[in-house]
């Protein structure tokens, strides 16, 4: 069975940082593409960031690039997303995604929560 | 960046009855349109791909169709299990985008 588990979310300050994790496993991890999505209070989903298998390439929306890294670490089936200079927009709930192909997500993780507020 | 204009935001059906989603994209995506089903306490769960591809384990009353801008999700005689929120999302270009989410709930 295919499970994706993130970790790491809590409350944090405007302008600190995060580091979020995602444990997976059921699958092989190194052949898929990754990806995180947020979700905000009361509102709709939001691509994040997508990283290659190699981990060689990344994507990111406008709204968090230069902020947030996407990385990986294969051996361990872990996906992480680094989250730099938060603002009060970025609280959200964020899951991790498998990537089925070309920007299809065909499984998704429970989510963790992070709220960023002084 | 590809604009996906979802409606209704919310739909109230009966069991048994079809019901229609529409998802317009702000410019062509050929047909790299996925549908999505949100449910409170499960995870997020793939639907459709490529606007009219079944994802394993879709049941057959779900249906898609469409192709540059203009898609539709459909489900025919609903049961209990689809009232929920679904969301489009188009994967032909990052950034990825996604529709507003349609709410569909029991009348």
């Known amino acids: 069975e295919v499970q994706l588990v993130e970790s790491g979310g809590g409350l944090v300050q405007p302008g600190r940082s995060l580091k979020l994790s995602c444990a997976a496993s059921?699958?092989?991890?190194?052949?898929?593409?990754m990806a995180w999505v947020r979700q905000a209070p009361k509102k709709g989903l939001e691509w994040v960031a997508t990283?290659?298998?190699?981990?060689?390439?990344?994507y990111y929306p406008d709204s968090v690039k230069g902020r947030f890294t996407i990385s990986r670490d294969n051996a361990k089936s872990s996906l992480y997303l680094q989250m730099n200079s938060l603002k009060s927009e970025d609280t959200a709930t964020y899951y991790c995604?498998?990537?089925?192909?070309?920007?299809?997500?065909?499984?998704w993780g429970q989510g963790a929560s992070v709220t960023v507020s002084s | 960046d590809v604009q996906m204009t979802q409606s209704p935001s919310y739909l109230a059906a009966s069991p048994g009855e079809s019901v229609s989603i529409s998802c317009k994209a702000s410019?062509?995506?050929?047909?790299?349109l996925a549908w999505y089903q949100e449910k409170p306490g499960k995870t997020n769960k793939l639907l459709i791909y490529?606007?009219?591809t079944l994802q394993s384990g879709t049941p057959s009353r779900f249906s898609g169709s469409g192709s540059g801008t203009d898609f539709t999700l459909t489900i025919r005689s609903l049961e209990p299990e689809d009232f929920a929120v679904y969301y489009c999302?188009?994967?032909?270009?990052?950034?990825?985008?996604f529709g507003s989410g349609t709410k569909l709930e029991i009348k």
């Open positions: 490529s606007g009219s």
């Open positions: 999302q188009q994967h032909n270009e990052y950034p990825l985008t």
């Open positions: 995604a498998r990537e089925q192909w070309s920007g299809v997500m065909d499984a």
């Open positions: 059921g699958f092989t991890f190194s052949n898929y593409y």
């Open positions: 410019k062509s995506i050929n047909t790299y």
């Open positions: 990283i290659s298998t190699s981990g060689s390439r990344t």
